[in-house]
């Protein structure tokens, strides 16, 4: 009987990816994967390590499952550390928790049957890779549901922000060859995904290191011509790396959604100098201002730092003042939190943990109101849907629209006269608010 694996997959989607694709080794190799970690005889935590947050939460789960394994009735003989934690604090994850029986840097994924068998074994391997070296090409058992998946165009990051820690963990800017995303964005098609989300630290990027310019445009194109996604959506693209050329693709592209991902950070000059951001407030203040004008419509989401060092309340100003003239609809708010190895971990000026909170909070605060009239102006208008699922105890259906990334947005729920598989599209004529998520009725499918 083939031994049954776990696999807890943390952290962002580029993490989950990286999940599918051990899963694919795991299963090649003639392991068997289960969901109930109680039939488990190993589980493989792929974490991340980015944030202190996500560290918490990863070793919080660490921890349970070596209590599980531990209690005497317990199947689990194994737990298996991989992913950006590991990579991080290579030197201290056995030393901390000693219980776990194997450790896989981020940079060896290809080496997990290695990993779990040396563990079942008892031989508590360690096992890093070069984390510069080329992207392998792997396999992938999809996590996500038939309908969607995530498309990932390369590995590591040549941005060099000074509060991340990404390229200490992952390595230089590394873009996968082009042909080998499009025979992947032909099987997930073949598969039936209706959505290919495009991810990467920095898509914009993408060819970058090929070729001395961006290759995103032309790769967008030749991915929209293959047939069977109807949403290609946008995660991830630095403000720095838009280029009039990128907004044409995303403006003229029907299967390129109007939703895009710009990770702005901050509006200040002081403060973007200091986190080397390669970009002046001016210049996103443009950027945002042609990216409405030329792509009507467009959703953007973004994420902005507060109480960066030297962060005072005129910078802080600053960044408000931007938040309330391009009333960004999706933006998610971080308070500075220190990397161990990064230059802002050693910046001067901080600012204490009372005013960020305040910051963050009034941040919220004003978002809450932006969110809220642009889903009321949803009201009275029929809006395309990828259907989820059906809600038993609401009794109704779910899914999003083209304003909703998957597990970092809203929902849709909606009546439907007749049952919907998961994945269809449907048009939706929304009624009502409930709750911040938009409601409606089902009009058609299409």
Not at 92 to 113: F, H, Q, T
Not at 281 to 295: Q, V
Request: hydrophobic fraction near 40%; aromatic fraction near 8%; charge should be negative.
């Amino acid at each position: 009987m083939a031994e049954k694996i776990g696999l807890i997959s943390l952290g962002c989607a580029k993490n989950l990816v990286d999940s599918e694709q051990m899963l694919w080794l795991l299963d090649e190799a003639g392991y068997e994967f289960t969901t109930d970690i109680d039939e488990a005889d190993a589980v493989v935590v792929n974490t991340c390590g980015f944030i202190d947050e996500a560290k918490a939460e990863a070793i919080e789960n660490i921890l349970e499952l070596c209590t599980i394994k531990a209690e005497k009735e317990s199947k689990l003989r194994a737990v298996i550390v991989t992913g950006c934690l590991s990579e991080r604090y290579r030197s201290e994850i056995y030393k901390e928790i000693p219980e776990v029986d194997a450790v896989l840097g981020c940079s060896a994924l290809g080496e997990i049957v290695a990993a779990v068998k040396g563990a079942l074994n008892g031989e508590k391997p360690e096992i890093f890779g070069d984390k510069n070296a080329p992207v392998a090409e792997i396999g992938r058992i999809k996590a996500t549901p038939p309908y969607y998946a995530y498309v990932k165009l390369g590995e590591g990051c040549d941005n060099r922000c000074s509060y991340c820690a990404i390229p200490g963990i992952r390595g230089n800017l590394r873009s996968r060859a082009r042909e080998a995303i499009l025979e992947e964005v032909r099987g997930l098609a073949a598969d039936g995904a209706k959505e290919l989300i495009i991810v990467s630290q920095d898509i914009t990027k993408y060819g970058v290191d090929l070729c001395g310019e961006s290759q995103l445009p032309s790769l967008l194109k030749e991915i929209c011509a293959v047939e069977g996604p109807r949403w290609i959506r946008l995660h991830y693209a630095n403000p720095d790396g838009i280029t009039d050329e990128l907004i044409d693709v995303i403006a003229n592209e029907p299967k390129i959604v109007k939703y895009l991902d710009v990770p702005v950070q901050h509006a200040d000059d002081k403060i973007l100098s200091a986190m080397n951001r390669h970009y002046t407030a001016e210049y996103a203040d443009r950027l945002f201002t042609t990216l409405r004008e030329r792509i009507p419509g467009l959703v953007l989401r973004s994420t902005v730092m507060v109480g960066f060092p030297g962060e005072g309340e005129a910078e802080f100003a600053n960044l408000m003042k931007f938040l309330k003239k391009h009333r960004i609809e999706r933006a998610g708010v971080f308070e500075f939190s220190p990397q161990e190895g990064t230059p802002a971990a050693d910046m001067e000026d901080k600012v204490d943990e009372k005013t960020s909170a305040r910051r963050a909070q009034r941040v919220r605060e004003l978002q809450q109101t932006i969110m809220e009239k642009f889903e009321d102006g949803f009201v009275g208008k029929t809006i395309d849907v990828i259907c989820e699922g059906f809600d038993r105890v609401a009794e109704v259906w779910y899914g999003r629209s083209f304003a909703d990334s998957p597990d970092v947005d809203g929902k849709v729920f909606f009546q439907a006269k007749k049952p919907l598989p998961e994945g269809a599209m449907v048009k939706v004529n929304i009624t009502e608010l409930m709750d911040g998520d938009l409601f409606g009725e089902a009009v058609q499918n299409f």
